[in-house]
T-cell receptor, first 116, second 116 residues
Framework: EADIYQTPRYLVIGTGKKITLECSQT?????MYWYQQDPGMELHLIHY???????EKGDLSSESTVSRIRTEHFPLTLESARPSHTSQYLC???????????????FGPGTRLLVL | AQKITQTQPGMFVQEKEAVTLDCTYD???????LFWYKQPSSGEMIFLIY??????QNATEGRYSLNFQKARKSANLVISASQLGDSAMYFC?????????????FGKGTKLSVKP
C-alpha cells in the first residue's frame, strides 16, 4: 500500500504568483517523480530524482523546478505561474533497488492547478 | 523509441461481465516491464498489475489479469466480473530495463464505463 501525499489537492492562483507543490512519501523510496497530466490525457514525466541531491529533467519540458534535500520530500516550484501551467500534477515514488515488481511506481492523489 | 498504444478511447461493459482493454507496445529492449493503472475521476493513479518481459505466466491480481503476448507485443488487461466501481480511466505503461534505464511511458488511456 502506497503512502505518498500531495498538498494542496486543489489550487487556484493568479498569474505571476510563485507556487510550491508538496510531495512526501513515507516508504523510504529512493526514486521520486513528477508527472503533468491534462484532463483525459496521458501522463508526461517532467522531473525525477534518484535520491538526495539528485534531480533530472523528464521527457516533457517544464518551466518548473524541483529539489531533493530529504529522501521523503520532493517539492515542485513554479516561480511565476501562467495559465499554460493549468494542469494536474502527480507525484510518484518507487524503490529503485526492489525489482521483484518491476520497480512499480506508486502515486500520490495529485494536485489540480488552475492559473487565472 | 518506445511507445504504448491504447486504441480504445472509451468502452462500455455491463456489470458482472468481463472486459478486455487493449494495449500494444513497441520497444527494442529485451528486458522491460508492463504496468496497468486505474485513474478514477478523483484523479489518483492506482497500480493494478505488473508483467515482466521474462515472466512466462500471465500476471493475475484478484479480478485483474494481464494477457501477455510477447510476439505480438500486446499486454491486454482483463477485468472479470465488472463492478460499478471499475468505471475509470485505465492506463497501460511500460518501462525498459536495458541500458537506457528509461522511465515509465504511458498510453493515452481507455475510459471504461460500467453499466448497471
Amino acid at each position: 500500500e502506497a503512502d505518498i501525499y500531495q498538498t494542496p489537492r486543489y489550487l487556484v492562483i493568479g498569474t505571476g504568483k510563485k507556487i510550491t507543490l508538496e510531495c512526501s512519501q513515507t516508504m523510504g523510496h529512493d526514486k521520486m517523480y513528477w508527472y503533468q497530466q491534462d484532463p483525459g490525457m496521458e501522463l508526461h514525466l517532467i522531473h525525477y530524482s534518484y535520491g538526495v541531491n539528485s534531480t533530472e529533467k523528464g521527457d516533457l519540458s517544464s518551466e518548473s523546478t524541483v529539489s531533493r534535500i530529504r529522501t521523503e520530500h520532493f517539492p515542485l516550484t513554479l516561480e511565476s505561474a501562467r495559465p499554460s501551467h493549468t494542469s494536474q500534477y502527480l507525484c510518484a515514488s518507487s524503490d529503485y533497488f526492489r525489482t521483484s515488481q518491476g520497480e512499480t511506481q506508486y502515486f500520490g492523489p495529485g494536485t489540480r492547478l488552475l492559473v487565472l | 523509441a518506445q511507445k504504448i498504444t491504447q486504441t480504445q478511447p472509451g468502452m462500455f461493459v455491463q456489470e458482472k461481465e468481463a472486459v478486455t482493454l487493449d494495449c500494444t507496445y513497441d520497444t527494442s529492449d529485451q528486458s522491460y516491464g508492463l504496468f496497468w493503472y486505474k485513474q478514477p475521476s478523483s484523479g489518483e493513479m492506482i497500480f493494478l498489475i505488473y508483467q515482466g518481459s521474462y515472466d512466462e505466466q500471465n500476471a493475475t491480481e484478484g479480478r485483474y489479469s494481464l494477457n501477455f503476448q510477447k510476439a505480438r507485443k500486446s499486454a491486454n488487461l482483463v477485468i472479470s466480473a465488472s463492478q460499478l466501481g471499475d468505471s475509470a480511466m485505465y492506463f497501460c505503461a511500460m518501462r525498459a530495463y536495458g541500458g537506457s534505464q528509461g522511465n515509465l511511458i504511458f498510453g493515452k488511456g481507455t475510459k471504461l464505463s460500467v453499466k448497471p
